[in-house]
């Protein structure tokens, strides 16, 4: 999930619960996924998952980052959905995430799969960065 411009009472919230130092993790590596270099955005994607997965564990979410399994680039796997029981009414959730990681790794993402539709994960195809 990438994470919205936040208040300072979110910044409190977030610190509460020791997920201030995850967040910053996750912003830098969204700075690096934005990277022209191959090399420099395949690491922060990398980094990303990582911090992702440890940002939403720590609220009870899990998140991983794998090779896809045919062709090209790579998968983003949610295992659990804090919002899946809105997201399953109101999909425009799932799409605005899906929106929002398309951005910030400047490719387009498909989402192969969703919680909310009754998969067990939430999974997006991210493909390799064409190179100019």
């Given at each position: 999930?990438?994470?919205?411009?936040?208040t300072?009472?979110?910044?409190?919230?977030?610190?509460a619960?020791?997920?201030?130092?995850?967040?910053?993790?996750?912003?830098?590596?969204?700075?690096?996924?934005a990277?022209?270099?191959?090399?420099?955005?395949?690491?922060?994607?990398?980094?990303?998952?990582?911090?992702?997965?440890?940002?939403?564990?720590?609220?009870?979410?899990?998140?991983?980052?794998?090779?896809?399994?045919?062709?090209?680039?790579?998968?983003?796997?949610?295992?659990?959905?804090?919002?899946s029981?809105?997201a399953?009414?109101?999909?425009?959730?799932?799409?605005?995430?899906?929106e929002?990681?398309?951005?910030?790794?400047g490719?387009?993402?498909?989402?192969?799969?969703?919680?909310?539709?009754?998969?067990?994960?939430?999974?997006?195809?991210?493909?390799?960065?064409?190179?100019?």
């Open positions: 999930m990438l994470l919205p411009t936040h300072a009472g979110v910044d409190r919230i977030l610190s619960r020791g997920l201030d130092e995850s967040l910053k993790r996750l912003r830098q590596a969204e700075t690096d996924m990277s022209t270099d191959d090399a420099v955005r395949d690491r922060g994607m990398r980094k990303y998952a990582a911090a992702d997965a440890a940002f939403q564990a720590a609220g009870g979410y899990a998140a991983e980052l794998r090779d896809a399994p045919v062709g090209q680039g790579q998968q983003l796997c949610q295992r659990n959905c804090p919002i029981h809105v399953a009414e109101f999909h425009e959730f799932c799409d605005a995430e899906t929002a990681i398309s951005q910030a790794l490719v387009h993402v498909t989402r192969l799969s969703t919680i909310s539709n009754g998969s067990e994960i939430c999974t997006l195809h991210v493909p390799p960065r064409r190179s100019a």
